[in-house]
């Protein structure tokens, strides 16, 4: 029996699971005698680890304390996978304190984080404050960090080597700090949605060029959606010398024939062209035949459930069944 049996994988906002599924004792699972406390620690937490952070923390935890105490354990927490569907007004818990918490689980010990449809400067500073072994960072539709935030942290992260940045909000200059603070930077993912202007002649190289110009160890690249030219994109072959991956889908304004078509052909053993398909691309690829809808950000304020409290330990003579009160509610 896998993960999927033990506690729910869902992305929606139900995560914990209810207590005909999971009995307290862990002895019992849908019918099956099996004990699953009597799992080597290390077996359990490599079942753990395919759960996501928020399943972890409002879910798996809470089962018994002995999934409670090897979810403390630092060696957790190396990745941090806050995937969720956005939904955050329909949430009982702030995903942001939630990440902080998970942060500092992991001691400084902390490699790799995704943060999905929240965030905000101050998080950041707390990721890289207590994270300087940093090397994987994934942002996506994350409205609430500045450019400022995200430069201010670029200078606190020089092991950095994989960055994804899809559906935020930046400037050119802020990825020019990003290149220059992180020279070990591998891997770099732009990505917004493509777009199509009936009529219109619009093109824009800024982030090409400060590609080009500031990440010169890039070995993998992928601008889906960008507005770069011909112009751009021969900046950034010239740029980064190293490049293996180049992923140029729905870049619409690239026309890649003649010396620059040979040139990428020659130089890149993985290409992706603009008009490739975008089957295994994670994000909505539909283009739309207009701008995008402007709008102002906005802070986000949603309720939670108070999951961070170590209330369970011993020292604070919680026991499960006060669990059960303050999950459960029976």
Same mark, same amino acid.
Request: charge should be neutral; proline fraction near 5%.
């Given at each position: 029996m896998d993960s999927q049996a033990l506690v729910s994988t869902s992305t929606s906002t139900q995560l914990s699971p209810s207590p005909q599924t999971l009995q307290r004792s862990g002895k019992e699972v849908e019918g099956c005698s099996r004990n699953w406390l009597e799992l080597p620690p290390d077996v359990t937490a490599s079942i753990l680890l395919r759960l996501g952070a928020i399943e972890i923390l409002t879910s798996a935890q809470v089962v018994c304390s002995t999934w409670r105490a090897i979810c403390k354990e630092p060696s957790m927490w190396r990745s941090i996978d806050m995937h969720n569907l956005g939904d955050l007004w329909g949430m009982d818990y702030d995903l942001e304190k939630m990440c902080r918490h998970a942060v500092d689980r992991s001691s400084s010990g902390l490699i790799d984080i995704n943060i999905e449809y929240f965030g905000t400067d101050d998080l950041l500073h707390h990721i890289f404050d207590r994270s300087r072994h940093l090397k994987r960072l994934r942002l996506v539709s994350c409205y609430n960090i500045s450019d400022e935030g995200l430069s201010a942290v670029a200078a606190k992260a020089p092991l950095l080597e994989e960055l994804e940045?899809?559906?935020?909000?930046?400037?050119?200059?802020?990825?020019?700090?990003? $290149?220059?603070?992180? !020279?070990?930077?591998?891997?770099?993912?732009?990505?917004?949605? $493509?777009?199509?202007? !009936?009529?219109?002649?619009?093109?824009c190289d800024e982030e090409a060029l400060a590609i080009a110009g500031n990440m010169p160890e890039l070995r993998h690249l992928q601008i889906f959606g960008n507005q770069l030219t011909n112009n751009g994109l021969q900046a950034i072959l010239d740029g980064c010398p190293h490049l293996e991956s180049l992923d140029l889908r729905q870049c619409f304004n690239v026309t890649l024939d003649g010396s620059l078509s040979k040139l990428c052909a020659e130089r890149i053993k993985d290409l992706r062209r603009p008009y490739d398909s975008t089957d295994d691309y994670p994000f909505d690829p539909e283009v739309p035949e207009q701008s995008p809808a402007g709008g102002s950000r906005s802070s986000t304020s949603v309720p939670y459930l108070d999951f961070l409290s170590d209330y369970n330990d011993d020292d604070h003579g919680y026991s499960d069944d006060d669990y059960n009160q303050m999950y459960y509610d029976y």
């Open positions: 940045i899809s559906y935020c909000s930046f400037s050119k200059e802020t990825y020019e700090v990003v $290149g220059r603070c992180c !020279p070990l930077l591998k891997t770099f993912k732009l990505n917004c949605q $493509g777009c199509i202007f !009936p009529g219109v002649d619009i093109d």
